[in-house]
């Protein structure tokens, strides 16, 4: 058996090695790894070779959203057995310390989390992982979808920070990836009215087919007017608004638009300095949280896709193989082809 994994080495170094295969711990399972989402992070870590402190410094093997077939247990496993179909919670926090002892585990100063460096993520064909953070997927719900439940987590986690219930509106800017698992968990958790912005047509062309009540094309007006026409779609400012995009205006934008007492939540990742309108925010009592990652999620990701409450099939548009790792990514990195999820199957 061979372990092929694609190894990020610097910027825009990307290449196809065999890896030796890992050993199981007692309380590990050892991966056949099937199926790998290629992340924004992970084409951002190839394209610029680091997230804000986190520096790609030595090869790298890339991916995080990820299913697979347990392949062999450790001694002290006793919930999984070879055969059973996983996802793959990426980080493994060190459960000792004060954010894991009070369940914010992601928050957890020495987590390990796939394929942020320097640790080694699972776009390979075989891998080892805390059994602990492998869930088992029931026989209807596909490794594809598995592997989704990773972005739709931070959906989920994104929703539960904004205080998303029955009867609230919500804005969402940006209709990537992560801003359309926004809406689909949003929807699920009873929001009213969900409104999702965007500077392409043909996203937000995929928001609406997935359930968004009002969609709007960003333009070069500013982010007042946007503000008003929004409030107009909504009958009124919105309540909650989620912010995936990362950049300045769209975080601006959020600012105005949202309702005087509500909630603002930071999901998107851009500069690491930007310029908001704070007076306004403080004087209007808007509330700005950020997110990182997710805790606690990945059972109600589980639960939202084995009911049927969230359908993330259609998010994936274009299917690869391991050994085409490179065009994957590329694809990724384009959006060519209308490309939202790009999935790499790691079968051999």
């Known amino acids: 058996m061979e372990n092929l994994s694609a190894v990020l080495h610097c910027t825009n170094d990307l290449r196809l090695e065999n890896r030796p295969i890992p050993q199981p711990g007692p309380k590990d399972v050892l991966i056949r790894m099937q199926e790998v989402g290629i992340c924004g992070s992970d084409v951002h870590y190839w394209t610029k070779g680091c997230i804000g402190d986190f520096v790609v410094k030595a090869p790298m093997v890339l991916g995080h959203e990820a299913s697979g077939i347990v392949h062999e247990v450790g001694e002290r496993v006793t919930h999984l057995k070879k055969g059973d179909r996983v996802a793959i919670e990426p980080g493994v926090p060190c459960s000792l310390c004060d954010f894991c002892k009070n369940g914010q585990y992601n928050l957890c100063g020495d987590i390990f989390f796939c394929a942020t460096p320097p640790d080694h993520g699972n776009l390979c064909r075989f891998y080892t992982h805390a059994a602990d953070f492998c869930y088992k997927l029931p026989d ?5 979808e598995g592997a989704l439940l990773e972005p739709l987590s931070v959906g989920v986690h994104a929703c539960r920070r904004a205080g998303v219930a029955i009867g609230k509106t919500v804005l969402i800017c940006g209709a990537g990836p992560i801003g359309l698992v926004c809406l689909l968990t949003a929807k699920a958790m009873g929001a009213s009215s969900v409104l999702i912005t ?5 996203r937000l062309e995929v928001a609406k087919n997935l359930g968004a009540d009002h969609t709007l094309l960003v333009g070069k007006d500013d982010e007042q007017t946007l503000a008003s026409q929004i409030g107009s779609k909504l009958g009124g400012q919105p309540s909650i608004t989620i ?13 105005f638009a949202t309702k005087s007492g509500g909630v603002l939540v930071l999901v998107g990742l851009g500069p690491a300095e930007i310029k908001i309108p704070i007076v306004n925010a403080a004087t209007r009592e808007v509330d700005i949280r950020g997110i990182f990652r997710y805790a606690n999620c990945y ?8 009911s049927g409450r969230v359908n993330v099939k259609p998010l994936i548009t274009h299917r690869f193989k391991l050994e085409e790792s490179l065009a994957a990514f590329e694809t990724a990195r384009t959006g060519a082809g209308g490309a939202i999820k790009v999935m790499i199957s790691c079968k051999d």
Not at 198 to 202: E, G, P
Not at 248 to 253: A, K, P, T, Y
Not at 299 to 306: Q, S
């Open 140 to 144: 209807h719900v596909s490794l594809e």
């Open 198 to 202: 965007d500077i392409s047509a043909s």
């Open 243 to 255: 912010e995936c995009s990362g950049a300045e205006s769209s975080i601006r934008l959020g600012i």
């Open 299 to 306: 059972p109600i990701a589980l639960d939202l896709v084995a």
